[in-house]
């Protein structure tokens, strides 16, 4: 069997605001549409289930991520989610320019959690709040050799 990541989708309270802050860090938007109807039930296991999507992509090809803004039923507001929490809980981006990534995330009011950390001499890495809560890793190698690699 052949298997491949396809996207990692991410419920959002503004999606729009969303786009802005990932498509200023880079990614593109592939395609945008609104769903709903029984498939839409069928698929995501949730009646009455009404989204707004967006389909983003990475400049390298590979990575997609799949915001959606709940329309029906209500989106369910949760306390921000911790690093340590068991489940899914951040999104996380090879980045050339640490600095520059993060001073594009303030510009959407997204911060570090606590600051930039230098592991081992092979990554400047950072978790920052980003919109609705998600935590956005951001990592830039310090080794041109170890640039596909994960931190």
């Known amino acids: 069997m052949d298997i491949r990541l396809e996207n990692v989708g991410i ?6 605001a969303t786009i802005a802050f990932f498509t200023d860090l880079g990614l593109t938007v592939l395609g945008r549409d609104t769903v709903s109807g029984e498939w839409a039930d069928t698929a995501v296991g949730l009646d009455g289930n ?3 999507i967006a389909m983003l992509q990475t400049p390298d090809g590979h990575g997609r ?3 959606f803004e709940y329309l029906h039923p209500d989106a369910i507001e949760t306390e921000p989610t911790l690093p340590n929490e068991i489940g899914m809980h951040r999104v996380a981006f090879a980045v050339d320019d640490i ?14 959690l ?3 950390a230098d592991y081992q001499g092979v990554y400047k890495l950072s978790y920052v709040r980003g919109p609705s809560g998600i935590i956005v890793m951001l990592a830039q190698a310090l080794q041109p050799d170890r640039a596909g690699e994960s931190a």
């Open 114 to 116: 606590r600051g930039v």
């Open 99 to 112: 600095d520059e990534a993060l001073a594009i995330a303030a510009r959407h009011g997204c911060f570090p």
């Open 50 to 52: 009404h989204a707004r």
């Open 11 to 16: 419920a959002v309270r503004d999606l729009e």
């Open 65 to 67: 991520l799949e915001l």
